[in-house]
């Protein structure tokens, strides 16, 4: 049997009693990082006085995991298998994808449990979405591929969730605001830990409140829904700032289709530049 076991993203606290148990039985593990995983299970052990015994772990993530199941026997998992990602929700943002779909054309029987989310709990924290949204995890890191990336994300018809790092949460902010300052946004950090800390308001409230705070930790942003009507046939934002063209051509473009003034589009885009 195969069991995808979310972990504590935080606090320790979050581990569930159902997760403790499997813990306990499991004989083998599959980790996304091994360190990792021995760490957690020493940190439970002290804070829930259980004895996990030796486990056997093997290391499976995005570099290796194509290699292992290739040479990965279905009746292997006739004995108790784990998966554990490093923190959160396996499959989400983290590896877990490939070994539940292994499983499924392999009728290998497997559960997930449910766990620790750090974008739901962003998403609920934000009262940004009442029931749609669009998860889109980690954007590019650099380049036009993360302008267009930002731009569908501003163009979705509902709340957007982003994982980002500490290094980059400004520059995202600050590229939003350019685009639409208006656009209601949430920022959240460290969730479930000491210093979890949240931000609400427009691109603009939002980054200069970042540029006063400790950015250090893992964030979580929400991006309102775009709440004008999309043509989707139409050009994107994005297609237009990738035209080779003078900034003044792409500002009246602009301009035309999201009807702002082309001379403080013109003004922002000069700005991007510097």
């Not at 301009?255 to 000069?270: D, F, S």
Request: glycine letters at 4%; proline letters at 4%.
């Amino acid at each position: 049997m195969l069991y995808f076991i979310p972990t504590p993203i935080g606090n320790l606290g979050d581990i569930s009693f159902r997760a403790l148990e499997l813990l306990k039985t499991c004989e083998i593990f599959f980790c996304e990082d091994t360190r990792v995983s021995k760490s957690l299970l020493l940190s439970l052990s002290h804070k829930f006085q259980i004895d996990f015994k030796t486990k056997k772990m093997i290391a499976f993530h995005t570099h290796n995991e194509k290699e292992i199941l290739k040479n990965l026997n279905p009746e292997f998992f006739s004995q108790n298998v784990a998966f554990l990602s490093d923190a959160g929700m396996p499959g989400i943002s983290d590896p877990g994808y490939t070994l539940a779909d292994f499983a499924l054309k392999n009728g290998i029987e497997f559960e997930v449990l449910p766990g620790a989310n750090a974008a739901l709990v962003a998403l609920v924290s934000s009262a940004l979405s009442e029931k749609e949204f669009v998860f889109i995890g980690f954007l590019a890191n650099k380049g036009k591929e993360r302008i267009k990336d930002i731009q569908r994300a501003l163009n979705h018809p509902y709340a957007s969730i982003v994982y980002e790092s500490p290094k980059r949460i400004l520059s995202l902010v600050e590229q939003i605001l350019l685009i639409d300052e208006n656009r209601e946004i949430f920022a959240i950090k460290e969730i479930s830990k000491k210093f979890e800390t949240k931000f609400k308001g427009t691109a603009k409230e939002v980054f200069d409140k970042l540029k006063q705070a400790n950015l250090n930790g893992e964030w979580v942003l929400v991006i309102s829904k775009n709440y004008h009507k999309l043509d989707y046939n139409s050009l994107l934002e994005s297609d237009i700032l990738e035209l080779d063209i003078p900034l003044k051509a792409k500002s009246k473009l602009l301009a035309k289709i999201n009807g702002k003034n082309p001379k403080e589009i013109y003004a922002k885009l000069l700005l991007s530049q510097n």
